[in-house]
């Protein structure tokens, strides 16, 4: 007997299939309102099973709605007549019976357009208004950005009889403080306009005696004027009005015709009329156009140039880059009359452009070395860097190979591989760097925590003395360390892992201990590698003293002096963070060391980054 109580519009019965009873749609959201919060706003009505905010599959911004599912029917019912309307996180949200198959939507049988709505009236007042006429499905005041009402709305009723009645009696009918229309909900399409169509016209330049007669008369040639408005500010002209024409065709007639057009001494702009936001959009567009237009032209002619001295202006840019080709334009960028240290250089063709990079990359000006690069558009640099630091942060992630420096490794010069070093900082658990055969590093005075075997067989623990004492390699007798060998020669072995066998003290040994089998056979060779000499870590760290080193040694000794730096601020994620930026050239890591605003913002990229693999 209770279930007859119940109209057949008040519950949601799905006669095809499509609408879900336990299924609600929450729109116009605030982009910031996540799962979480949704949850807990609709749990106090009723037990909600799952909560799914829709987001843009590329960027994972919310795309301004979700759906709210429940375990029973009633709460759903509930939820809809008690949260319809209210505000969430300053916005307030519309919900409806979320309905798979939008057929229904699309055709517009039973929806209703509501135009010339006063100002405050708001999703709600309408929904209140037109809900005696029977079920409704949706109801919408539209907005601006800002959430004003753009004075008209919709409402979209279960049943066309339904919407067909409120169309009787509501039409010329005065709700708040307006006379409103209320008729059938037609598409563009059914309208007849095409995209872009207008009949308002945007008139400026116009002169301060202009009368209207003169200005209809004006537009008259081209087709009737229904109304015209000229625009005032304490009762003085302000230049410029507006003039409807009765149609389309006409309205674009009297714009082609009276554009640029000489009028009473003065030459007039006329075009389509357009909301604030229409204008911002079409100005961005037209900006957007001509940066790309621009970048294409000058591709392959721009060069990037960072490390520049605080004296370097724009002529004395220019003046660098003079000899290698014909300059179109060479800006230094500046923070008021602080030099930024970088700029842009642009040639007139390409093969110049590459003559000067080849020749200025690198070379020492006033004494600091100069990065010359091509110049890339932000969004496509910002998209390499993101894609180059996502490889990295998976690759550890998964437990993958990846360099440090060896001051992270606790030992001094060294390159341990990372199942043999005392950890010390957290963090999952890396894979090991080689397979077969991994590589045991030692040096005088300094030994690795665990156990090893000293010279003569005997069994000692390793608290300093638990390698060898002599100078080059040693293996174990078996045929794989002659394998190993060969890796080391033909450079198998990771170059820095080769070039951090010296210590402070004099030179480091390795010892190869792979498995064991019983056919191999001692190798013959033994290989020594020289020691080279390295700034101390103590001493300051000079281009020239860089610039002698291999271009591995250089890596490491960079980031020995980096990570001190990125461990100052996230001593937890430092590792991870030095790790992503030694992959960097040594030009722009020497110039991180010396600005503490630029390591700022690398760091925060890498940070960024790193977030994005863990999600």
């Given at each position: ?32 309102v996540t799962e979480p919060h949704l949850y807990e706003i609709f749990s106090v009505v009723g037990q909600v099973s799952s909560v799914r905010v829709c987001r843009d599959s590329q960027t994972r911004h919310s795309l301004g709605y979700a759906y709210v599912n429940f375990h029973r029917p009633e709460d759903a019912k509930s939820a809809l007549e008690q949260k319809n309307f209210t505000p969430i996180a300053g916005r307030q949200c519309r919900i409806m019976w979320s309905n798979r198959n939008p057929s229904l939507r699309r055709s517009g049988k039973g929806n209703i357009f509501i135009k010339n709505l006063s100002k405050n009236i708001d999703n709600r007042t309408l929904y209140e208004t037109f809900r005696q006429f029977g079920e409704i499905m949706s109801c919408k005041v539209a907005a601006d950005a800002k959430g004003e009402s753009l004075g008209y709305g919709f409402v979209h009723f279960e049943k066309e009889k339904d919407a067909l009645r409120a ?449």
């Amino acid at each position: 007997m209770a279930s007859a109580a119940v109209t057949p519009s008040a519950q949601p019965i799905d006669r095809r299939g499509n609408q879900n009873p336990l299924s609600l749609y929450v729109g116009d959201l605030n982009l910031d309102v996540t799962e979480p919060h949704l949850y807990e706003i609709f749990s106090v009505v009723g037990q909600v099973s799952s909560v799914r905010v829709c987001r843009d599959s590329q960027t994972r911004h919310s795309l301004g709605y979700a759906y709210v599912n429940f375990h029973r029917p009633e709460d759903a019912k509930s939820a809809l007549e008690q949260k319809n309307f209210t505000p969430i996180a300053g916005r307030q949200c519309r919900i409806m019976w979320s309905n798979r198959n939008p057929s229904l939507r699309r055709s517009g049988k039973g929806n209703i357009f509501i135009k010339n709505l006063s100002k405050n009236i708001d999703n709600r007042t309408l929904y209140e208004t037109f809900r005696q006429f029977g079920e409704i499905m949706s109801c919408k005041v539209a907005a601006d950005a800002k959430g004003e009402s753009l004075g008209y709305g919709f409402v979209h009723f279960e049943k066309e009889k339904d919407a067909l009645r409120a169309i009787d009696e509501c039409n010329s009918m005065q709700i708040g403080d307006t006379v409103v229309q209320v008729q059938p909900f037609k598409s563009k399409k059914d309208r007849g306009t095409k995209p872009g169509a207008f009949t308002n016209c945007y008139v400026k330049h116009l002169p301060e005696d202009v009368d209207q007669k003169e200005i209809v008369a004006a537009f008259s040639e081209f087709g009737k004027v229904t109304s015209i408005h000229l625009a005032q500010k304490d009762g003085k002209f302000r230049g410029f009005g507006f003039v409807n024409m009765e149609s389309t065709e006409a309205a674009e007639a009297a714009v082609k015709g009276l554009n640029d057009k000489e009028f009473k001494g003065k030459k007039l702009y006329v075009g389509p009329a357009m909301k604030k936001e229409q204008r911002v959009r079409m100005l961005r567009m037209r900006y957007e156009k001509q940066k790309m237009e621009l970048a294409k032209k000058s591709d392959g002619c721009n060069l990037y140039v960072k490390n520049l001295t605080d004296d370097v202006r724009d002529p004395d840019l220019k003046n660098m880059f003079a000899k290698y080709g014909s300059i179109i334009s060479g800006k230094v960028m500046m923070d008021g009359d602080k030099s930024r240290n970088f700029g842009f250089v642009c040639f007139s063709t390409p093969e110049e452009a590459a003559k000067a990079l080849t020749a200025m990359h690198r070379r020492t000006i006033n004494g600091k070395p100069l990065y010359v690069a091509l110049a890339e558009r932000r969004e496509t640099r910002m998209a390499k860097m993101e894609a180059k630091y996502a490889r990295k942060a998976q690759m550890f992630a998964q437990g993958g190979p990846m360099m440090f420096p060896a001051q992270m490794m606790g030992g001094s010069h060294f390159m341990y591989p990372p199942q043999m070093m005392h950890r010390r900082w957290p963090g999952p658990p890396t894979a090991p760097m080689m397979r077969g055969p991994y590589m045991m590093l030692a040096s005088q005075g300094r030994g690795m925590a665990g156990r090893g075997r000293g010279r003569g067989g005997r069994k000692g623990k390793g608290s300093g003395r638990g390698g060898a004492a002599g100078q080059g390699f040693k293996y174990t007798a078996n045929a794989r360390n002659q394998r190993g060998a060969q890796m080391l020669q033909q450079g198998s072995v990771a170059p820095a892992m080769a070039a951090g066998l010296t210590t402070q003290g004099g030179q480091g040994q390795m010892m190869m201990a792979p498995q064991m089998t019983k056919t191999q056979a001692p190798p013959a060779a033994i290989m020594q590698v020289p020691p080279q000499p390295a700034p101390q870590a103590g001493q300051s760290l000079s281009h020239s003293e860089l610039a002698r080193l291999p271009e591995e040694k250089q890596t490491e000794i960079i980031g020995e002096r980096l990570y001190p730096l990125i461990e100052s601020h996230e001593p937890e994620n430092a590792p991870k963070i030095t790790g992503m930026l030694l992959e960097m050239d040594n030009t722009e890591l020497l110039h991180l060391m010396e600005s503490p605003k630029a390591l700022r913002e690398k760091i925060n990229e890498a940070l960024i980054v790193l977030r994005e693999a863990q999600e």
